[in-house]
T-cell receptor, first 113, second 111 residues
Framework: NAGVTQTPKFQVLKTGQSMTLQCAQD?????MYWYRQDPGMGLRLIYY???????DKGEVPNGYNVSRLNKREFSLRLESAAPSQTSVYFC????????????FGQGTRLTVV | GENVEQHPSTLSVQEGDSAVIKCTYS??????FPWYKQELGKRPQLIID?????GEKKDQRIAVTLNKTAKHFSLHITETQPEDSAVYFC??????????FGAGTRLTVKP
């Protein structure tokens, strides 16, 4: 049982490059999330998906797009990376309803130079 | 939108002492309040949670209290140990599918 798996673990991009962060869960969860973590700012929600086929903006969606490919997979895309997007990105999943434990992936450390 | 405030940002205690971290939230409809522990370079992991129909919950050395009227909840760690050193995050669910986190508290337990 792998839980939540993110790829890649580390990535360096040049300003203006694009990339997609992949996330998959094997817990049959309906809800999936993307957060970014910056020093002193905790975890900030970028986008979430309450179920397959739906996505919604969180606190800091600008510069990102997401795709809920199926129930298992939720990807985050940076179309034109900027230095301000240097951060650690976490994917998470949880059961439906908003009152159940969220499980996190191991994180992706992204540096934009 | 939902806002979660967490204090203090850093906390240093002597081994064996207690540690208390406090959070406030803005959305009165929030009904689930988890606490996560994040060790250096690792993912956040749930350590305890509380739902709005409960005022207090305890699990060994960890307890959480909730005051819905005042919209604040607290994490209490007793008999702290060096392995309790980590960053702790409170969170509150907003609109059932949107979980917002506090900024985190870096707890250091000195041996």
């Amino acid at each position: 049982n792998a839980g939540v798996t993110q790829t890649p673990k580390f990535q360096v991009l040049k300003t203006g490059q694009s990339m997609t962060l992949q996330c998959a869960q094997d817990m049959n969860h309906n809800s999936m999330y993307w957060y970014r973590q910056d020093p002193g700012m905790g975890l900030r929600l970028i986008y979430y998906s309450a179920s397959e086929g739906t996505t919604d903006k969180g606190e800091v969606p600008n510069g990102y797009n997401v795709s809920r490919l199926n129930k298992r997979e939720f990807s985050l895309r940076l179309e034109s990376a900027a230095p301000s997007q240097t951060s650690v990105y976490f994917c998470a999943s949880s059961g439906t309803g908003g009152n159940t434990e969220a499980f996190f992936g191991q994180g992706t450390r992204l540096t934009v130079v | 939108g939902e806002n979660v405030e967490q204090h203090p940002s850093t906390l240093s205690v002597q081994e064996g002492d207690s540690a208390v971290i406090k959070c406030t939230y803005s959305d009165s409809a929030s009904n689930y309040f988890p606490w996560y522990k994040q060790e250096l370079g690792k993912r956040p992991q749930l350590i305890i949670d509380i739902r709005s129909n409960v005022g207090e919950k305890k699990d060994q050395r960890i307890a959480v209290t909730l005051n819905k009227t005042a919209k604040h909840f607290s994490l209490h760690i007793t008999e702290t140990q060096p392995e309790d050193s980590a960053v702790y995050f409170c969170a509150a669910w907003y609109n059932n599918n949107d979980m917002r986190f506090g900024a985190g508290t870096r707890l250091t337990v000195k041996p």
